[in-house]
């Protein structure tokens, strides 16, 4: 990965104002009360389950997931989409117990008294056949929300690994500041038990996506760009989209706080 250090610093610099953008967005200032951890986490789960859905695109493409099974060419890619998989769809609870990450967070919710009646209502209608826009509108989904999902499936059907690749490693950092891990804390002590597991979410979000995960995916990209030029263009475009994505539906959140 040393090969493509200058690109990847082309790239951090380039996407850093917006990042900074979503650091310093004012939602984070604005959540208080556990009723506004509530709303944060409403919209925001339609996010931890897209990304599931960007994962196992990436899986589809850099994998053989048919029957009967073939090697894929790319054995490097091959590997490292697997070891993200694993950690993000058979991850721990704090009982040791086996979920993904999605369902550690609904998990999350319910603790804190979040309504997960949406989210639920949404996948419902997607398994059942429903359109992404029909299962919207069953669901009653936010539109900040709606339009952070049709963003990440106009990238899944574009069909390129690359694309997919970038989205994942540099367009889904949540970018959380230390400030809000404070707030969490804090309300966790004032009232235990309700934000724990949204809390060890976020503990475990760093641990694992924030530094092995990032490493794998940093070589991933690279394995998927090569020296193409115009694909290291790509990625700088779909990931500086896709941040400013994230700007947008934090914005949401503040919408519904403030």
């Given at each position: 990965?040393?090969?493509?250090?200058?690109?990847?610093?082309t790239i951090n610099t380039a996407l850093d104002s917006?990042?900074?953008?979503?650091?310093?967005?004012?939602?984070?200032?604005?959540?208080?009360?556990?009723?506004?951890?509530?709303?944060?986490?409403?919209?925001?789960?339609?996010?931890?389950?897209?990304?599931?859905?960007?994962?196992?695109?990436?899986?589809?493409?850099?994998?053989?997931?048919?029957?009967?099974w073939f090697p894929t060419e790319d054995r490097d890619?091959?590997?490292?989409?697997?070891?993200?998989?694993?950690?993000?769809?058979?991850?721990?609870?704090?009982?040791?117990?086996?979920?993904?990450?999605?369902?550690?967070?609904?998990?999350?919710?319910?603790?804190?008294?979040?309504?997960?009646?949406?989210?639920?209502?949404?996948?419902?209608?997607?398994?059942?056949?429903?359109?992404?826009?029909?299962?919207?509108?069953?669901?009653?989904?936010?539109?900040?929300?709606?339009?952070?999902?049709?963003?990440?499936?106009?990238?899944?059907?574009?069909?390129?690994?690359?694309?997919?690749?970038?989205?994942?490693?540099?367009?889904?950092?949540?970018?959380?500041?230390?400030?809000?891990?404070?707030?969490?804390?804090?309300?966790?002590?004032?009232?235990?038990?309700?934000?724990?597991?949204?809390?060890?979410?976020?503990?475990?979000?760093?641990?694992?996506?924030?530094?092995?995960?990032?490493?794998?995916?940093?070589?991933?990209?690279?394995?998927?760009?090569?020296?193409?030029?115009?694909?290291?263009?790509?990625?700088?475009?779909?990931?500086?989209?896709?941040?400013?994505?994230?700007?947008?539906?934090?914005?949401?959140?503040?919408?519904?706080?403030?």
């Amino acid at each position: 990965m040393e090969l493509y250090a200058s690109r990847f610093e082309t790239i951090n610099t380039a996407l850093d104002s917006q990042r900074q953008r979503i650091i310093q967005h004012p939602v984070y200032k604005n959540i208080r009360t556990i009723e506004d951890i509530q709303m944060f986490m409403e919209l925001h789960v339609y996010a931890v389950w897209d990304f599931m859905s960007l994962l196992k695109s990436l899986q589809m493409h850099l994998t053989c997931v048919s029957v009967p099974w073939f090697p894929t060419e790319d054995r490097d890619s091959r590997y490292l989409i697997n070891e993200i998989v694993v950690g993000e769809e058979s991850d721990i609870d704090l009982d040791g117990n086996r979920l993904s990450h999605f369902e550690l967070y609904l998990k999350a919710m319910d603790a804190c008294g979040a309504n997960t009646a949406g989210i639920h209502r949404f996948v419902n209608a997607l398994k059942a056949g429903k359109t992404m826009e029909d299962a919207f509108t069953i669901a009653e989904t936010p539109e900040a929300a709606r339009e952070f999902v049709r963003f990440t499936f106009r990238v899944i059907e574009q069909q390129e690994p690359h694309l997919l690749a970038a989205v994942f490693t540099f367009g889904r950092e949540d970018l959380i500041p230390d400030m809000f891990h404070s707030i969490i804390e804090d309300i966790d002590k004032q009232l235990p038990q309700t934000v724990s597991l949204f809390k060890y979410y976020l503990d475990r979000h760093i641990e694992i996506d924030g530094d092995h995960h990032s490493h794998l995916a940093l070589q991933m990209t690279a394995n998927l760009c090569g020296e193409d030029d115009k694909k290291w263009e790509e990625v700088l475009e779909v990931s500086l989209e896709c941040l400013k994505k994230r700007e947008a539906l934090w914005s949401g959140v503040l919408e519904l706080c403030s």
